[in-house]
């Protein structure tokens, strides 16, 4: 058997979340700028690349792929990696292989992702209101998205909700959101802006609703009940008593989870990133690159990339500037 990945605080790495590109057909406002450069193909992996890369990390024990990017799903072929990851999940040595995704191509891909294995899906949506969705995703259409969304639930796909708490942009859509995702069986979970990248104009501190405030308001109108499950990653759950969703919270600014961290995010030009708030990373396509025959180079990179997880992030907000703050945009590492 192969020894497991273990980092230096004993935390088991099983969970991988992988950028298939950093090309996306949306240019959100909190993440990119409208006039992205982006990377020259040849630095991406390819999809057997990809593959190989991602085989490896089950063989060390990772037991849930998450795809992400950019937009996953305008990767050229990428129903191609799906179907190959698949294996993994026949042989039970992979539990999980989601994605994140803006919607957008859903209802073209719905019924081959559920075929490759795929079972929930989170699916970014901040605004249900046609206008604003144009105006913070700037080049989004809603009822494409909305489209997509019925096309994965009626392929099986369990989805949930993800939503960046905007400060001034969805503070006033609060319920209906929640409501809306009542209604269509969906989990649902608030996000809180990060610092990450140069996005151009808008000011961060600007767009920043704590999700403290943000829960406050819910409480207004339901009783919240904090549920103890933890997944290793930055959400906390409530379950909203009247109505019995589970709503999760993500506020990697305002709460310490590092202690259960178990994942690391792999770019989609082979960097491997510890932990998301820190700029420490490993190369790993070069040992892939260099050594076509052999698995045991790469497999000895992330060994060793492991050893150098750290305990934690730095992001802080608390003295009127961004601090901790890291230059790579969120499109590069995945969400
Ligand atoms: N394009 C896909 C999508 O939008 O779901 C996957 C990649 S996107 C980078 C993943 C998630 O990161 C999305 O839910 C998005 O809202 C979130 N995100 C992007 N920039 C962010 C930021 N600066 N702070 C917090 N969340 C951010
Ligand atoms: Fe694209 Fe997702 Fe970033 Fe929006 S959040 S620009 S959909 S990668």
């Given amino acids: 058997m192969t020894a497991p990945l273990i980092d230096p605080f004993q935390r088991a790495i099983s969970y991988l979340r992988v950028s298939v590109t950093d090309r996306c057909d949306f240019r959100c406002v909190y993440c990119m700028s409208e006039n992205m450069t982006f990377l020259p193909k040849k630095e991406l992996l390819t999809l057997e690349e990809l593959d190989r890369m991602c085989s490896t990390f089950v063989r060390l024990g990772v037991e849930k792929l998450r795809i992400t990017g950019g937009e996953p799903l305008v990767r050229r072929n990428i129903m191609h990696f799906f179907n190959d990851m698949t294996r993994h999940l026949e042989s039970g040595a992979l539990k999980e292989l989601t994605l994140t995704t803006n919607g957008s191509q859903l209802a073209r891909f719905a019924d081959e992702l559920h075929a490759a294995g795929v079972r929930r899906v989170n699916v970014s949506l901040d605004t249900l209101d046609e206008k604003k ?32 708490a905007l400060k001034g942009f969805n503070e006033d ?27 151009g104009n808008e000011d961060r501190l600007d767009q920043y609703w704590k999700l403290s405030d943000l829960r406050g308001t819910l409480a207004e109108n339901y009783t919240l009940t904090e549920l103890t499950e933890r997944t290793g990653g930055p959400a906390r759950y409530v379950r909203l008593e009247e109505t019995g969703q589970k709503i999760g919270f993500i506020t990697p600014l305002t709460h310490n989870f590092c202690e259960s961290c178990n994942r690391v995010r792999l770019t989609c030009t082979g960097e491997l990133y510890m932990c998301l708030g820190q700029e420490d990373m490993a190369d790993l396509r070069a040992p892939l690159r260099n050594n076509p025959g052999s698995d045991a180079p790469l497999e000895a990179a992330i060994r060793e990339a492991i050893t150098r997880k750290p305990k934690g992030h730095d992001f802080d907000y608390s003295r009127q500037t961004v601090d901790g703050r890291v230059s790579r945009h969120m499109s590069h590492t995945g969400g």
């Fill in 133 to 164: 969705f144009a105006d913070i995703t700037r080049w989004g259409r809603l009822p494409q998205v909305l489209a997509g969304i019925d096309a994965a639930q009626k392929a099986g796909l369990r989805v949930k909700i993800n939503t960046v």
């Fill in 173 to 199: 859509e609060l319920f209906d959101i929640v409501e809306w995702c009542k209604s269509r069986d969906m989990d649902l979970t608030f996000i809180e802006v990060m610092p990450m990248g140069d996005i």
